[in-house]
């Protein structure tokens, strides 16, 4: 008798710290962060700027091996957001879409240990946002093959990252200029 009470104290002591261990485990993990990011300016030439962001590991000084993601075809923002992002009227607060591949590409290999830089394409901006109907609509594959050029010098001159190991990745016609 006495063991079978030893018995099931030991279970309900074993249950009452697996809920609380899974409890704190879930508590730590939400607000942990993986990544960390610095905004930059690429300057593309002939009075043209477009926005960049540099993804960057908490973890670690570098320098880290460098990943440069280029767009598809179509106006594309640095997240390459497939919708629109929207506002909630209640709360004021940003909804984004769940189509935003460049967005969770550089987190997936920032969190891995990789400085990753993404880039609005000439003349867009944040939410696939025209910014400039003459520059969109005038730019040619050679524009475009320019400007992953300048991107790649910018992401080689960041001090976190290791000149000696970047890497290009091309979605859909980006996989044409980042060859």
Request: proline content about 4%; overall charge negative; some cysteine.
């Amino acid at each position: 008798m006495l063991s079978l009470g030893l018995f099931l104290i030991c279970m309900l002591v074993l249950s009452c710290l697996s809920l609380v261990s899974s409890t704190y485990r879930t508590l730590a993990q939400s607000d942990l962060q993986t990544t960390k990011h610095r905004d930059i300016v690429i300057d593309l030439g002939n009075g043209l700027k477009t926005n960049a962001r540099l993804n960057l590991p908490v973890t670690g000084d570098g320098p880290f091996p460098g990943v440069l993601l280029v767009h598809g075809s179509g106006p594309g923002d640095m997240n390459e957001t497939g919708d629109f992002i929207r506002i909630d009227n209640k709360t004021g607060s940003k909804i984004y879409p769940n189509t935003r591949p460049f967005f969770q590409i550089a987190e997936y290999l920032s969190e891995r240990g990789f400085a990753v830089l993404q880039y609005d394409k000439r003349g867009v901006g944040a939410n696939i946002t025209i910014l400039d109907d003459n520059v969109w609509g005038n730019n040619t594959s050679n524009d475009l093959i320019q400007d992953a050029e300048k991107a790649l010098d910018v992401l080689i001159q960041q001090p976190e990252v290791d000149a000696n190991h970047v890497t290009v990745i091309g979605h859909s016609e980006g996989t044409t200029i980042a060859h």
